[in-house]
């Protein structure tokens, strides 16, 4: 069995899952994380900057739907568990399975660069360079603001919904004229918060392209519960069936205020919000299109209106960024990055991406289906195709899972988590152990350097 000396980059749940996967493989690894804990994202408060959790956070997809198969969320958890529920879940998975010891806390790798024959460099943050056979990235893309471009200048406060933690922080937000731009979950929850009379605020809610607002219940139970994918049916009947049903179980955007979005449901992502409605409804959020332009502190928008704000929220997504790479390596322009079932740059045996999809209905079982490949192929039970035939496939899933979906940064890296999972599991795990079987594993030949660990050298 092959035992490629790995490194993990980051600790969030796309490096535990991965790491997890390793341990139960055998195969040695070292998990650099840049904070001094786990979580990334869902790690409140985190001092490395990466979380993009507001105090009032609770998760969007339902506890149901957001478990790990191996390590099911605790029965006492409600539906939908706050933001310290899900940290705490992630540590306890941490301490179930002994991943923590293989984490060095602290310690960010500051530069990837890999070797002319295979294998990785790293310069570490504070243990230098190391070297390594095998990279998995999983550094997360939710923790980057992206802001759009408006022309002119906004005089009052203008921060990222990255940056809103609460009430009261970064600053004061009562008594204040709010505009919050964007209309996905952060945006519906943060206008929810901000728009409480209560407050003494007056909100206005801005948006592009318009969004399909739908509820977390349905008949008394998570409405997630409901969904599921099926493999065996073609997946534009399925999404013609919900086109049909939303509207009857939440209505349409235009009877909230809402202009009407510009694309079908399901073309983009919705927006999950049980009181969003309800504050457009009794005239807490006002509704506004896209913004025009600024001057001063007036708003002008695309309908010719135009209002006085003092603070401007952006809540309008995050870039895709690996700041350990050389740009002219590897990058993301624009949030797009064709990776063979979203994991590996064709040509680059040594390097696995882990994590990087927007995927429906959730993260964290997504990530499970990729780390079980992550383990096959460290230990050479899954080949790859050959590089040609990668971009082939990569082609045909982008169309697949992306092809119906409004093109914007957002949505470069959608796919459905069901679709994909069975995928996984039924068809590429399978056909990757028999080109193993057929062709042989990589081989990671070991390369002797008085200066270093052995480097794996894929032939």
């Known amino acids: 069995m092959y035992q490629p000396r790995t490194a993990v980059i980051g600790a969030g749940i796309s490096g535990l899952t991965a790491g997890k996967m390793l341990n139960d493989y055998g195969v040695p690894y070292t998990c650099f994380e840049s904070s001094d804990r786990v979580g990334g994202n869902w790690a409140f408060g985190n001092p490395n900057g990466h979380s993009s959790a507001y105090r009032s956070l609770h998760i969007d ?7 790990f198969r191996d390590f099911p969320m605790p029965e006492h958890y409600p539906d939908f568990p706050h933001h310290t529920q899900i940290k705490q879940y992630l540590d306890d998975y941490s301490a179930a399975f002994g991943l923590t010891e293989h984490i060095e806390f602290e310690n960010a790798i500051e530069h990837a ?18 070297h390594f056979d095998l990279l998995v990235v999983a550094n997360g893309h939710h923790w980057d603001p992206r802001y759009p471009d408006f022309p002119g200048e906004f005089a009052g406060t203008s921060l990222h919904a990255h940056h809103y933690i609460d009430l009261r922080t970064p600053m004061d937000f009562s008594n204040q004229r709010i505009l919050i731009v964007g209309l996905g979950n952060s945006a519906a929850d943060i206008a929810v918060e901000l728009s409480s009379k209560a407050l003494g ?14 509820p977390k219940y349905i008949a008394g139970r998570p409405a997630d519960k409901y969904f599921r994918t099926s493999p065996h049916i073609p997946y534009s009947w399925q999404r013609k069936i919900a086109q049909w049903g939303q509207p009857l179980i939440s209505g349409r955007p235009e009877s909230y205020g809402l202009p009407t ?38 708003v002008h928008f695309t309908d010719g209106t135009c209002d006085d704000f003092d603070i401007v929220i952006y809540a309008t997504g995050y870039n895709i960024t690996f700041p350990f790479f050389d740009p002219e390596f590897l990058s993301a322009p624009g949030n797009r990055i064709d990776l063979y079932k979203r994991m590996f740059v064709p040509g680059i045996d040594d390097l696995i991406f882990a994590g990087f999809a927007q995927s429906t209905p959730t993260l964290f079982p997504f990530v499970e289906s990729q780390a079980r490949l992550v383990g096959a192929y460290a230990v050479g039970r899954y ?3 050959d590089p040609q035939r990668m971009r082939e496939v990569t082609a045909a899933d982008q169309r697949r899972y992306t092809g ?23 068809r590429e795990l399978p056909a ?7 062709h042989g594993p990589t081989l990671w030949a070991q390369v002797a350097d008085t200066d270093k660990t052995t480097v794996g050298v894929p032939r």
Do not use: C
């Open 404 to 426: 119906h979906m409004l093109d914007s940064p957002r949505h470069t890296q959608q796919v459905d988590y069901f679709l994909y999972e069975h995928d996984m599991r039924t």
């Open 113 to 130: 660069r890999r070797l002319p024959g295979g294998g990785w460099e790293l310069t570490t943050q504070r243990t230098g360079t190391r």
């Open 61 to 67: 997809t339902s506890k149901h739907q957001l478990s």
């Open 432 to 438: 990757g152990a028999e080109r193993a079987r057929v």
């Open 201 to 214: 605020n007056t909100l206005s809610l801005s948006t592009r392209s318009g969004a399909w607002i739908v």
């Open 383 to 385: 080949r790859l195709p």
């Open 261 to 298: 979005p510009n694309h079908k449901f399901f073309e983009a992502h919705p927006t999950q919000s049980v009181e969003l409605p309800l504050r457009l409804g009794s005239g807490d959020v006002v509704p506004k299109p896209d913004i025009a332009r600024f001057d001063g502190h007036t």
